[in-house]
Nanobody, 115 residues
Framework: QVSLVESGGGLVQPGGSLRLACVAS????????MGWYRQVSGKQRELVAL???????TYADSVKGRFTVSRGNARNTVFLQMSSLKPEDTAVYYC?????????WGQGTQVTVAS
């Protein structure tokens, strides 16, 4: 079992920046990808950014060039650096991790972009 705990959400003005962090604990040795999804009330959860253990990364088209996903040296952490934030980035952001058997989710952290 893997537990994920996010931090770093909050209120930011349009054009501003925010950094999310997620720490994984438990049986982390088989984790092969970590990343972030987001969800707006009434809509499906969508992929924001994913970092795979082989080094490849995937980004949603809507965040390319503005968001950067990175892994910590200990490999049990994942960060999301968000820049040039827009009101449409407002959502609950969920940390995600997977191993060969299961997908794991954090509890979510609210990001609100408003002036």
């Amino acid at each position: 079992q893997v537990s994920l705990v996010e931090s770093g959400g909050g209120l930011v003005q349009p054009g501003g920046s925010l950094r999310l962090a997620c720490v994984a604990s438990g049986n982390i040795f088989n984790i092969n990808a970590m990343g972030w999804y987001r969800q707006v009330s009434g809509k499906q959860r969508e992929l924001v950014a994913l970092s795979r253990s082989g080094g490849t990364e995937t980004y949603a088209d809507s965040v390319k060039g503005r968001f950067t996903v990175s892994r910590g040296n200990a490999r049990n952490t994942v960060f999301l650096q968000m820049s040039s934030l827009k009101p449409e980035d407002t959502a609950v952001y969920y940390c995600y991790a997977r191993d060969p058997f299961t997908a794991y989710w954090g509890q979510g952290t609210q990001v609100t972009v408003a002036s």
